[in-house]
Structures are given as structure tokens and as C-alpha cells.
């Protein structure tokens, strides 16, 4: 099956730091990689699609100055948390999807920040 | 407003019984749907997807779509204490040529030996 990989699993860091996480798909290519959130006892949070080569799409509520995201492969996708604060502290899931296929979840990093 | 609704549960079964999952949509325009499981503190993982009406089984999976209705659903036949976690329902819109996912609360899903 398809395997997405996500980097680091887990990650503390000071406020006012930023942070990136980095997202793989290990064994296909994906046009679209997806970036979620999910606080605890919450469902997925839509955060932005990401198409390669193109400007991310964020969803309403979602700063983009903020979240920064880059899809400079079809491999590849990061998300940058910039100046973190402890409301940022969350489980941050990315997704990738190859051509008209099926998503696959990354194993999730969770983000905590001092 | 797009939706996906979930009733969140808990769910609970004794182990061997048929578990139940349902789910509802909003956008009549939906093309793919998918079930996901979800352990605590874990991401979801794939167990179906389902694209047309009718059944579709896969082992104790069976998922069920009625687009007339609006409603896609899971039986988990013979259920066991591993299969205890969350269940995400997902639909894929068609958003300006691109398929967007929407997910549901999620039903949390307790098998009891």
C-alpha cells in the first residue's frame, strides 16, 4: 500500500520559535498532499490543500502568514508554523493523494510548544 | 455548507456482533467516499473506499452507499476488541476541478469481550 511519512513524530519547542514539518510519500507520486489538524477529542481539522508547483489552498480561518506551506515536489510537502504559541500545540496530520486516488495519512506529528 | 454528520457515540458492541457506522452528507454532488479508522493518539488509516451504490465487502468490512439517500455506511461483522478505536467517514467533493475531502466528527466504535 501506499506509505506517506511525516517528520519529526514529535516535536517541543519554545514560544516565538517556528517549526517544519515535513511530509513524504514514499512510493507514489502525489499532486496533492492535504495538511489537517486535530486537537484532542476532535475531528480533522482541514488546514490547506497543497498542489505542487502552486500556491497552497487554506481553508477560511487559517492563516496563511502563519502556516506556511511548500509543495516543491510531487514528493514532498512542508509545513512551517511560524513564531509558534502554546494554542499551536496540536497533532498536525498531512495526507497525499495520487492522481484520482484514495488519500494516505502520515503517521502525524504532534506539536507542542512551551 | 458542505457536511458530513456522524452521530459520535460511543458505539458499543459485544465482541462477535455486527457493528453498525452511519453517515450522512449534504452535497448531492459527491463522487468517492472512504471510511477511515482511527486508533487514539494515531492518524487515520484507510479501510474502504465505495464510489457507486450497492455494497462493496472486503473481510468483516462491508460498506454500504445509497447516494439517493445521502448516506454511506460500515458493517463490521464478528467484532473485535481491536477493532475499538474512531471511524471517520469521508466525501470527496468536486471543488473547481479538484476533489476535496470532508470528514465527519468521527464515531467512536467500543467492542467489549
Known amino acids: 500500500g501506499a506509505v506517506v511519512s511525516q517528520h519529526p513524530s514529535r516535536v517541543i519547542c519554545k514560544s516565538g520559535t517556528s517549526v517544519k514539518i515535513e511530509c513524504r510519500s514514499l512510493?507514489?507520486?502525489?499532486?496533492?498532499m492535504f495538511w489537517y489538524r486535530q486537537f484532542p477529542k476532535q475531528s480533522l481539522m482541514l488546514m490547506a490543500t497543497?498542489?505542487?508547483?502552486?500556491?497552497?489552498?487554506?481553508e477560511q480561518g487559517v492563516e496563511k502568514d502563519k502556516f506556511l506551506i511548500n509543495h516543491a515536489s510531487l514528493t514532498l510537502s512542508t509545513l512551517t508554523v511560524t513564531s509558534a504559541h502554546p494554542e499551536d500545540s496540536s497533532f498536525y496530520i498531512c495526507?497525499?493523494?495520487?492522481?484520482?486516488?484514495?488519500?494516505?495519512f502520515g503517521p502525524g506529528t504532534r506539536l507542542t510548544v512551551l | 455548507q458542505k457536511e458530513v454528520e456522524q452521530n459520535s457515540g460511543p458505539l458499543s458492541v459485544p465482541e462477535g456482533a455486527i457493528a453498525s457506522l452511519n453517515c450522512t452528507y449534504s452535497?448531492?454532488?459527491?463522487?468517492?467516499f472512504f471510511w477511515y479508522r482511527q486508533y487514539s493518539g494515531k492518524s487515520p488509516e484507510l479501510i474502504m473506499s465505495?464510489?457507486?451504490?450497492g455494497d462493496k465487502e472486503d473481510g468483516r468490512f462491508t460498506a454500504q452507499l445509497n447516494k439517493a439517500s445521502q448516506y454511506v455506511s460500515l458493517l463490521i461483522r464478528d467484532s473485535q476488541p481491536s477493532d475499538s478505536a474512531t471511524y471517520l467517514c469521508?466525501?470527496?467533493?468536486?471543488?473547481?476541478?479538484?476533489?476535496?475531502?470532508?470528514f465527519g466528527r468521527g464515531t467512536s466504535l467500543i467492542v467489549h469481550p
Open positions: 495526507s497525499a493523494r495520487p492522481v484520482g486516488g484514495e488519500q494516505f
Open positions: 512510493d507514489f507520486q502525489a499532486t496533492t
Open positions: 497543497s498542489n505542487e508547483g502552486s500556491k497552497a489552498t487554506y
Open positions: 452535497d448531492r454532488g459527491s463522487q468517492s
Open positions: 465505495i464510489y457507486s451504490n
Open positions: 469521508a466525501v470527496n467533493e468536486e471543488a473547481g476541478g479538484s476533489y476535496i475531502p470532508t
